[in-house]
């Protein structure tokens, strides 16, 4: 491990660490403090990072409904710092909340090393998350199938596999650990790479199954939890993919370093961002599309 000095602005600050993992090189949040009583931990939601944390969390499941009553929602908790801060704050939300709504914690074990499926475990154990761990093979799956390009293979199977779980779960709702930071990364990722403008909605309606995928960190930037997960002594699974890791994030890294040299002239330039997707004129967009077609601005000219 090499230590690193990150722009304080990604909220990396300078305990990142590169790690080696076969031929990838991973970007790994180290803790700051030894770990804290779980005592202290859940009460650094509510207090210590309540506006960094709670109030954008409550915030998301407000204003898009994510969260209602008679829900059985399914945290799918990866083990990393994302996930486990998510299932810290849904824990704290079944106390807060009059809503009556159950939840329950999935992980799906898609090949994980031994030293990651233990931290996984220690970290679970002492945040108290009650969490089925189940095995799914997806990454030799996905390595064989898809040789080249096994990461868009393996997360459909990932999503595949949690879906089903949740639904034998008798959950309606599956939750995800995106970010604001994924939410804008992503929007932007879409317009460099891909030729398309469109975001991370934070809830949607899956295709194949009875459930609705909901971001409920829509709201929360990684910078703060990262701080939690730091000030808490909380080691996250940090390099949990064993075939491609850093090798096919390179374009998210090289967006997030974009956003973070634009953030230090234009300390608004994140909202702005999520503010263009609640935005779009479409008298001023040459083209469009929905399920039903595309459509161009010289249709109705
Ligand atoms: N193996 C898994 N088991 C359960 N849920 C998962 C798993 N992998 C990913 N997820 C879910 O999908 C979300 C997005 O996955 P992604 O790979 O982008 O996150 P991550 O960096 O692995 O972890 P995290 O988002 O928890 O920090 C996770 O936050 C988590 O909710």
């Known amino acids: 491990m090499n230590l690193t000095n990150e722009d304080e602005s ?9 790690t080696k993992l076969g031929s990838a090189v991973c970007k790994t949040v180290l803790p700051n403090v030894p770990l804290q ?3 202290i931990i859940e009460r650094s939601i509510q207090k210590k990072y309540r506006s960094e944390l ?3 969390f409550i915030r998301g499941l407000k204003e898009f409904e994510l969260v209602k009553d008679g829900d059985k929602i399914a945290v799918a908790v990866s083990g990393g710092k994302d996930s486990l801060l998510l299932s810290k704050l849904f824990q704290e939300l079944k106390r807060a909340s009059k809503t009556n709504f159950e939840v329950v914690f999935i992980s799906m074990n898609p ?6 499926l233990q931290n996984l475990k220690k970290n679970l154990k002492h945040l108290n998350i009650p969490c089925e761990i189940y095995d799914d093979n997806i990454f030799e799956i996905a390595e064989k199938i898809a040789k080249d390009y096994p990461c868009y293979m393996c997360a459909k199977m990932r999503r595949g596999s949690l879906y089903t779980k949740a639904t034998s779960l ?3 709702k599956l939750a995800l650990g995106h970010h604001f930071d994924d939410v804008i990364e992503t929007t932007l990722m879409s317009m460099f790479y891909m030729g398309k403008f469109e975001t991370m909605l934070p809830k949607l309606k899956s295709d194949n199954f009875n459930i609705e995928l909901i971001r409920p960190l829509f709201y929360v930037e990684e910078k703060a939890i990262i701080k939690w997960v730091r000030n808490n002594g909380i080691l996250p699974m940090n390099c949990g993919c064993t075939v491609a890791a850093e090798r096919t994030s390179s374009k998210r890294r090289e967006t ?9 002239n234009n300390p608004d330039i994140k909202k702005r961002i999520i503010q263009s997707t609640q935005n779009v004129n ?3 967009i040459l083209g469009w599309k929905d399920s039903n077609g ?3 601005y010289l249709d109705k000219f």
């Open 170 to 172: 008798g959950c309606n």
């Open 294 to 296: 595309k459509y161009s």
């Open 256 to 264: 997030k370093e974009l956003i973070a040299q634009l953030v230090k």
């Open 111 to 116: 090949g994980f090393n031994e030293i990651n």
């Open 10 to 18: 990604t909220g990396f600050e300078s305990t990142v660490a590169t």
């Open 37 to 39: 009583s779980l005592d």
């Open 282 to 284: 479409l008298e001023k």
């Open 54 to 56: 709670w109030s954008p």
